[in-house]
């Protein structure tokens, strides 16, 4: 496993692999009815999936929706070889896509135009959005890949795609924290054509969330950088670059970035949207 960097920035990626025959099975990994946590040392070469219509591709799927847990969305970690891609890449007309690239280089094309996404690039993708993609590099492409079915709202037209960098992009420091803890936000929170945000929530060593957030959005939480504890429910957790936190709604949760260095991760949540009394897929 190795790290990708942009200017003052550093981006973690799985490579696979498996461990030694001679190390300790026990880890940190846990599955509880609030939170589960799938640190980076679980992303071997054995739990990765592979999809119809891609090319020299495998991923991890880190979270999907489960009946009583998450139910929103879904998690990829895409790695794409040079030359691999897809021409039919989504198979569900409903879902909406945010790619977010944090090794090597790849190419998007929607309707048309091309946009290369490399380290740190971010890409929203309608749902219903004639995308393709091919990894035209000579090294490994590896991605995020973040879907939920659109929830769409009469009167208010679906989003349009956008094609980002995160280096172009002042993030937005929180009140009252003396510049600690910050969020990167790739679309403005008041636009209630979007119902869910990925972002990337920055805190500077010694930087805390302060209280325990208790509120009805799911999160899937991926560490880019550094490490901190996070209070997950009833539990403190260590959590280091390469792991991943999945927490339904409702679950409290605060952060102690204790680390020597800043402490990032990529954050989903679903937002502006009525509470669905019928569940999801209805």
Same mark, same amino acid.
């Given at each position: ?118 380290? #740190?690039? @971010?890409?929203? $993708?309608? &749902?219903? +959005? ?6 035209? !590099?000579?090294?490994?492409? %590896? ?44 679309v403005d929170p008041t636009d209630l054509r979007h119902d869910m ?44 670059? #390469?792991? @991943?936190?999945? $927490?339904? &709604?409702? +679950? ?6 204790? !680390?020597?260095?800043?402490? %990032? ?18």
């Amino acid at each position: 496993m190795t790290k990708c960097s942009n200017p003052d920035r550093s981006y973690y990626a799985p490579h696979g692999g498996l461990p030694a025959q001679t190390e300790l099975m026990t880890g940190r990994a846990v599955f509880t009815e609030a939170y589960a946590v799938i640190p980076k040392g679980v992303m071997s070469d054995i739990v990765t999936s592979y999809l119809p219509s891609w090319d020299d591709t495998r991923l991890w799927i880190i979270a999907r929706p489960m009946s009583g847990f998450a139910e929103t969305f879904s998690h990829y970690i895409m790695e794409v070889a040079p030359g691999g891609g897809s021409h039919a890449p989504e198979p569900d007309a409903s879902a909406q896509a945010v790619l977010f690239a944090v090794e090597g280089e790849f190419t998007v094309f929607v309707d048309g135009a091309s946009h290369t996404l490399a380290p #740190g690039g @971010y890409a929203y $993708l309608p &749902a219903g +959005c004639n995308w393709t993609t091919v990894n035209n !590099g000579a090294a490994h492409a %590896r991605f995020h890949w973040i879907r939920k079915a659109y929830e769409a709202v009469d009167g208010i037209a679906k989003p349009d795609p956008l094609f980002l960098n995160e280096t172009d992009i002042a993030p937005t420091v929180m009140p009252d924290t003396n510049g600690t803890w910050a969020t990167t936000r790739f679309v403005d929170p008041t636009d209630l054509r979007h119902d869910m945000h990925v972002t990337i929530v920055t805190f500077e060593p010694g930087g805390l969330i302060p209280f325990e957030e208790t509120h009805v959005m799911e999160h899937g939480l991926y560490v880019l950088e550094g490490k901190a504890v996070y209070k997950l429910n009833r539990d403190w957790v260590e959590v280091e670059a #390469g792991d @991943y936190m999945w $927490l339904r &709604a409702f +679950c409290p949760q605060a952060c102690y970035a204790g !680390g020597p260095g800043r402490f %990032r991760y990529l954050l989903y949540k679903d937002v502006n949207r009525h509470a669905n009394l019928r569940g999801y897929g209805r």
